[in-house]
């Protein structure tokens, strides 16, 4: 019988039995593993003799994560990193050598973009940049060395859903790899297999962690690419298969740069997947309350939210994430000053960055989050300086619309 989303979640069992039986798998404070014999250790470190050698490359806790993320995904392999950054960075060096090319939507959070931009740029891989809501553009710009199309499912802070279905019959005519940022779209609400990506990065931090308590970031394979399609994989395509991909960014990537998440953090995210459902409801639903009352707002111009019914990503948002939006919304006032002076006089909203916390944080992305963006790119992304982006928590509803209420009305 097939079993629900939480029920996989929370009954995901260990590689090995805790020696404890612990209902909760305990967090594995350790760097290094004893062996009883060198032969072990040798193979442990020669791939011929599963174990964890070093926690940089491996730890019992993460391991553990990694198979509750397996588990609600039903991803092929599943690699925990540092942080959303090191996760891309590490896709990235996988896939990619000097003279190869990604094709990126910079309407995306702004320092993935700059991680593209500046510094892997520098490194010799080509950037281009290409509006993924105008997938005649992505086209164009896709050749024989084009590694990755990577996009954000939906994009922070626009809240842009791209037409995922042509996306896919786009990538699969060109034998490109799709990678999507599904850090707002989590597994509760989107199959990204079903859509066509073949790898998701997730910036755990957010809905994962059980209110902002940790940084985090995962890279799901979820084992539907090719990977005789990239040259420099074609011989570890050969020994290892579908897996090839996620040796290398295990076994090469994550041991060698060293972006490994701590197990305490891995403890901290791997009980917020616990809640995660019934804390994105919660954020949805009043996401949504709010989004409707600032519409009717006279002081506020303009409301983004895809579960609007005029919104242009409505149908979009019915058809690829089951009606549901979660807990990001952003709304334009008059004038820059006039967002500052309403941030100001909130006193239950937090002015913070981050996304998915339970407290609900707000900024002005294109002061803060967009500061080091240059003056071309910004007009490329048109972001406006009127625009507030509103992560809503799990307070009561009353309680943020009274907020925004006595701060709008000053």
């Known amino acids: 019988m097939a079993r629900g989303f939480n029920t996989k979640l929370l009954h995901a069992t260990s590689q090995k039995k805790d020696a404890h039986s612990a209902i909760q798998f305990p967090i594995y404070a350790t760097s290094a593993y004893g062996f009883d014999t060198a032969e072990d250790i040798a193979g442990a470190f020669q791939n011929t003799r599963p174990a964890f050698a070093y926690s940089r490359s491996g730890n019992p806790t993460v391991d553990f994560f990694e198979t509750r993320v397996k588990s609600i995904t039903g991803a092929n392999q599943v690699v925990a990193f540092s942080s959303g950054m090191a996760a891309i960075t590490a896709t990235v060096f996988t896939l990619c050598q000097a003279g190869d090319n990604v094709i990126i939507s910079p309407k995306m959070f702004g320092n993935s973009v700059l991680l593209f931009t500046d510094t892997l740029k520098s490194l010799g891989l080509e950037v281009r940049l290409a509006d993924f809501t ?56 989107f199959d990204a297999a079903q859509w066509g990506i073949h790898i998701s990065i997730v910036s755990s931090t957010k809905y994962f962690s059980d209110g902002g308590v940790s940084v985090g970031g995962l890279v799901i394979d979820h084992g539907t690419f090719d990977w005789t399609a990239i040259p420099h994989l074609q011989a570890l395509a050969t020994q290892y298969g579908k897996n090839a991909f996620a040796f290398k960014l295990r076994k090469e990537i994550l041991r060698n740069t060293g972006a490994c998440l701590s197990p305490f953090n891995a403890f901290l995210q791997s009980i917020g997947l616990e809640t ?44 690829y994430l089951q009606g549901k939006a979660g807990g990001l919304l952003t709304f334009e006032l008059e004038s820059q000053s006039r967002c500052f002076a309403v941030m100001n006089r909130l006193k239950v909203i937090k002015r913070a960055t981050n996304l998915s916390d339970n407290r609900s944080l707000i900024i002005h992305p294109l002061s803060t989050i967009y500061a080091d963006f240059p003056t071309e790119l910004l007009k490329e992304i048109n972001l406006s300086e009127r625009l507030i982006r509103l992560s809503v928590g799990i307070e009561e509803i009353e309680d943020l619309i009274d907020d925004l209420a006595q701060a709008l009305q000053g």
């Open 276 to 319: 995660m459902s019934l804390r994105f409801d919660r954020m949805n639903d009043n996401a949504f309350q709010l989004a409707q009352w600032l519409q009717k707002h006279p002081a506020v111009k303009k409301v983004s939210y895809p579960m609007l019914p005029d919104s242009p990503y409505y149908e979009s948002c019915q058809r």
């Open 134 to 189: 105008q997938l005649d553009r992505v086209a164009a710009k896709i050749d024989a060395r084009t590694r990755m199309l990577f996009f954000e499912v939906l994009n922070n802070p626009f809240l842009e859903i791209v037409d995922l279905e042509k996306l896919k019959s786009l990538a699969a005519e060109k034998q490109v790899m799709l990678c999507a940022d599904t850090t707002l779209t989590p597994p509760n609400i």
